[in-house]
């Protein structure tokens, strides 16, 4: 376990990382579909906080897989086993979900968590005594990795009213393993990396896929076809306009450090989080039609603007370095926080994300140099 060449050429996604990202769908889902349960019945505050908990241990424990295999990848037995004890790991933490979210018991996601930072661990302690180059950080990583798990089993007797704060100071050492450990860089693949990012961003924002179908199935079977379909066609134009968004630029040009790394790695929580998150809030949205959420319409409509306007930002924020004025995406966000008071939210979310997509075609096309005659 070597690791591997930063600058190979045609580095692209394996068969087992998919197969890995596959698996992590389930979990993805779960946490969507109980912030929608929470936020249809009036538990906005406890569903969104146990919402970032819960997808936090799904983030950061695809993080760990995604950034060690695209510097020790080695695809041969011993790597395919813990990667597989690893997805084991990811449909545990999937199981503890609802759990997590109703009686606050974290016990089942722990577990999972535990069951993926072990694998982890004996992945990084291989590459520490196979290679001598990256030793140091191998080694740093396997030991933080083990103190800050020992912390994660010891949040499960914290004693209810200290939870929050409990997870914060877990979360923040979590966050700090790699920054304390990658001392001398491993051999991360940017443009495998970028590439990666790219199809979690398509797992999440499948969850509005998801609910965008569900809602055009709901119009042809109730007598409420015309709020449902304008919800299921909103709902079709967020989803294509954010994934047009995030893929307007190639991320694998702004990994140009490990710094820069850190912050467009991290950052991503957010826009992983609520790209999922509108997902949800499509399905409220749809539940409020068919008259199964009794919640204010303002209330509704915001599970699907706050998520979008988050997304917009955050976004804006990792792209800044590829150029670009702010303007247009603050304006886009803020508009899109003054359509939660509008009588069909999602299709005019959907519309000023549109005009936002356009704007920035045609600052593309003005930037580019003209053809050579």
């Known amino acids: 376990m070597c690791g591997r060449d930063p600058e190979e050429e045609h580095r692209a996604s394996t068969p087992l990382e998919l197969f890995f990202d596959l698996c992590f769908v389930v979990a993805v889902a779960q946490a969507g579909a109980a912030l929608h349960h929470a936020i249809g019945e009036g538990h906005v505050g406890h569903g969104v906080s146990a919402y970032l908990m819960v997808f936090f241990a799904i983030w950061w424990a695809w993080m760990n897989f995604t950034w060690f295999a695209s510097a020790y990848d080695t695809d041969d037995v011993p790597y395919r086993l813990a990667v597989l004890v690893q997805i084991t790991g990811s449909l545990i933490i999937a199981a503890g979900v609802s759990r997590a979210f109703e009686s606050e018991d974290w016990t089942v996601v722990v577990i999972g968590y535990t069951v993926m930072r072990a694998a982890l661990i004996c992945q990084w302690l291989r590459a520490a005594v196979e290679d001598p180059a990256g030793r140091a950080t191998a080694v740093r990583c396997a030991a933080g990795l083990f103190l800050v798990q020992c912390c994660w089993v010891a949040f ?15 979360a923040l050492l979590d966050l700090a393993v790699p920054i304390v450990a990658s ?35 709901a119009a042809f079977a109730t007598g409420r076809t015309a709020e449902l ?8 134009l967020v989803m294509a306009s954010l994934w047009w968004l995030y893929f307007s630029r190639d991320s694998a040009v702004l990994l140009t450090s490990a710094r820069a790394s850190f912050v467009w790695g991290y950052g991503h929580y957010l826009v992983f989080a609520a790209s999922a998150a509108v997902g949800a809030g499509l399905a409220v949205v749809a539940a409020r039609a068919e008259g199964e959420a009794e919640i204010p319409a303002a209330l509704a409509a915001a599970s699907v603007t706050v998520p979008v306007a988050v997304f917009v930002v955050v976004l804006w924020f990792l792209h800044r ?3 670009g004025s702010a303007v247009p995406a603050f304006a886009a966000a803020a508009l899109v926080l003054a359509a939660t008071f509008t009588p069909t939210p999602v299709i005019v979310t959907g519309l000023l994300l549109a005009a936002l997509v356009a704007l920035r075609e045609i600052q593309h096309a003005r930037a580019e140099p003209a053809p050579a005659a």
């Open 229 to 236: 379909v304008v919800t299921a066609l909103g709902g079709v």
């Open 183 to 217: 001392q001398g860089e491993t051999s991360w693949h940017r443009e495998h990396i970028a590439e990666r990012y790219g199809l979690f961003t398509l797992i999440v924002l499948g969850e509005s896929v998801g609910a965008a179908t569900l809602a055009f199935q």
């Open 321 to 323: 370095r590829a150029g």
């Open 156 to 170: 499960l007797w914290v004693p209810h009213g200290l939870v929050g704060y409990a997870w914060v100071v877990c």
